[in-house]
């Protein structure tokens, strides 16, 4: 079946807009989560969905950072008032369930904050 | 909070020859789980191999094995007859049992590997 996918693959910005980045999990995967992934780094986790559950938003690095899930459908990560710090790529995970349930991530979104 | 460390940034191999990533954690946990990852260029990342913390028996899957060492808190992954599809960054990751808050994996800084000819 279709894996997880995310859009767009690559995104250019210029310092102080905003960007909408998108996921669209595996079908019945009730778990969404967003990574960032800064530039010869490992992973940071940002924020999890499960269900209808309140999302744990403990990885959001600022207030401008936020995410939204429909249902246990897409979601979108947007990023207000971009930084260049804010330049990653964003990788988007779902799983059946939560822990320990194993994710699989899309291929991500390449962020560049100019 | 857990911590995960990968202490080899890069290694290299011969194709056909046998290669052991290293990782090591750090949790107050009992029940967790480990995974290893495989990034290759394409950025996406693939799940490799997945190892239950109450299972003493160490997870295998086709060239990549690994040595789960609890007391330790290790968790190495040996890839026997190296190909050159290999070629990626291998990252681990920690995983609490305990779901809700907890779901969110943990994960090194990575292991490039690179197989040569």
């Known amino acids: 079946g279709a894996g997880v996918s995310q859009s767009p693959s690559n995104k250019v910005t210029e310092k102080g807009k905003d960007v909408e980045l998108r996921c669209d999990p595996i079908s019945g995967h009730t778990a969404l989560y967003w990574y960032r992934q800064r530039l010869g780094q490992g992973l940071e986790f940002l924020i999890y969905f499960q269900g209808n559950s309140a999302p744990d938003k403990s990885g959001l690095p600022s207030d401008r950072f936020s995410a939204e899930r429909t249902g246990e459908s897409v979601s979108t990560l947007t990023i207000q008032r971009t930084q260049q710090e804010d330049s990653a790529v964003y990788l988007c995970?779902?799983?059946?369930?939560?822990?320990?349930?194993?994710?699989?991530f899309g291929p991500g979104t390449r962020l560049t904050v100019l | 909070a857990q911590t995960v460390t990968q202490s080899q940034p890069e290694m290299s191999v011969q194709e056909a020859e046998t290669v052991t990533l290293s990782c090591t954690y750090d949790t107050s946990e009992n029940n967790y789980y480990l995974f290893w990852y495989k990034q290759p260029p394409s950025r996406q990342m693939i799940l490799v191999i997945r190892?239950?913390?109450?299972?003493?028996q160490n997870a295998t899957e086709n060239r990549f094995s690994v040595n789960f060492q609890k007391a330790a808190k290790s968790f190495s992954l040996k890839i026997s007859d190296s190909q050159l599809g290999d070629t990626a960054m291998y990252f681990c990751?920690?995983?609490?049992?305990?779901?809700?808050?907890?779901?969110?994996?943990?994960f090194g800084t990575g292991t490039r590997l690179q197989v040569t000819l």
């Open positions: 990751a920690f995983l609490s049992a305990g779901g809700g808050t907890a779901s969110k994996l943990t």
């Open positions: 190892q239950e913390a109450y299972k003493q």
């Open positions: 995970a779902s799983s059946f369930g939560g822990a320990p349930r194993t994710q699989y």
